[in-house]
């Protein structure tokens, strides 16, 4: 069932709607109350030494001109969880990112380590937006704004699209789906599926919108994009559902065991890319902000080198670097290239 954008607080038509929230079929491992003070501590003022880059980071400029010509099944890491996809001839972008910081305010929180390939202005007309949940890191707000005008259709989980709606974004443009509903644009089949998160863009309003991963289908192309999760036994009913898929775009990074329920170690992104049965791992989520305390590049060295023991193809293209998903390839390990 496709849904158009909501305008109530409470959905009492979705099972992942109870008293008053959303929540998770199992609630899963994360940071409680009691240490809360002590993260915060140490995220201000006992940060280790690495989480942030020594240099800058390798990236491949785009340009307009470029996307016009791209060929249907061409992928672009843009930063942290942003992919911008070319699909049945339009363009397709994931939880777009664009501002300095991941922050409800631009004079502080967390900054890029490097600037997007391409800037909002300079993309051309894009089919549409597809949202993963309402975190700073992939919400935000301005690069949405900015969107609006070039973008035919936002595709967002429950409650999500009021955020864009309430922003100036118009309700014909947004698409609201709940847990396994299904909407198709112009030959690109989406369809909103598990994931295991929680939501919230301040104290007050904790997981009043859901959380969604996503399967992707087009140009001959079956993709999983995980937005931010835990490792959960949903990957496996993904995966019997719509798998295989030719490329999973899992998240690694920003991950600790403390809240491993809500953000997946290397080791969970590997299973759950088996899960689904995927057969090329493209891990998103790393290498632009710095939102733990492990180093900066630990994501991508620590699941090259699992993947590597476990023989599954792994793709890690710089940033701006064009991936053909029909026949991807390894890549360098630029992380590790001098600067």
């Known amino acids: 069932m496709n849904l158009s954008a909501c305008s109530s607080l409470a959905y009492p038509d979705s099972p992942q709607y109870r008293d008053g929230s959303f929540r998770n079929p199992v609630a899963p491992k994360t940071v409680g109350w009691q240490q809360t003070p002590m993260l915060w501590w140490r995220f201000m003022f006992d940060k280790p030494e690495g989480t942030m880059p020594a240099g800058s980071i390798p990236l491949l400029p785009l340009t307009a ?21 070319k699909l049945e001839g339009g363009l397709w972008l994931t939880d777009p990112v664009f501002s300095e910081r991941a922050s409800p305010v631009q004079w502080a929180g967390p900054k890029r380590f490097h600037a997007s390939p391409i800037g909002i202005a300079d993309l051309p007309p894009v089919k549409g937006v597809v949202i993963s949940h309402d975190h700073y890191d992939h919400l935000d707000k301005a690069a949405v704004l900015a969107l609006a005008e070039k973008t035919e259709i936002f595709v967002t989980p429950l409650g999500v699209g009021d955020h864009l709606i309430r922003w100036g974004v118009p309700s014909e443009k947004v698409q609201q789906l709940d847990w396994w509903e299904t909407i198709s644009v112009d030959g690109v089949r989406l369809v909103a599926t598990p994931s295991q998160h929680f939501s919230g863009r301040s104290p007050f309003d904790g997981n009043a919108t859901l959380w969604a991963s996503w399967v992707v289908q087009g140009s001959g192309l079956n993709l999983f994009f995980s937005g931010d999760t835990g490792y959960f036994d949903g990957f496996r009913d993904i995966g019997q559902r719509y798998g295989p898929f030719d490329v999973t775009l899992l998240e690694c990074g920003a991950y600790d065991p403390m809240w491993e329920g809500v953000h997946m170690l290397p080791a969970q ?56 998903l029909r026949r991807p390839q390894p890549g360098q390990r630029w992380w590790q290239l001098p600067r």
């Open 65 to 85: 001109r470029q996307l016009a010509q791209v060929a249907d099944g061409t992928l672009y890491r843009l930063g942290h969880s942003t992919l911008l996809l």
């Open 269 to 324: 992104t590997l299973q759950a890319h088996r899960d689904l049965r995927g057969q090329w791992l493209l891990p998103v989520h790393n290498s632009t902000f710095d939102l733990a305390f492990h180093p900066w590049n630990a994501p991508l060295e620590t699941l090259v080198g699992l993947a590597k023991q476990q023989a599954v193809a792994i793709a890690t293209p710089r940033i701006g670097q064009p991936v053909d």
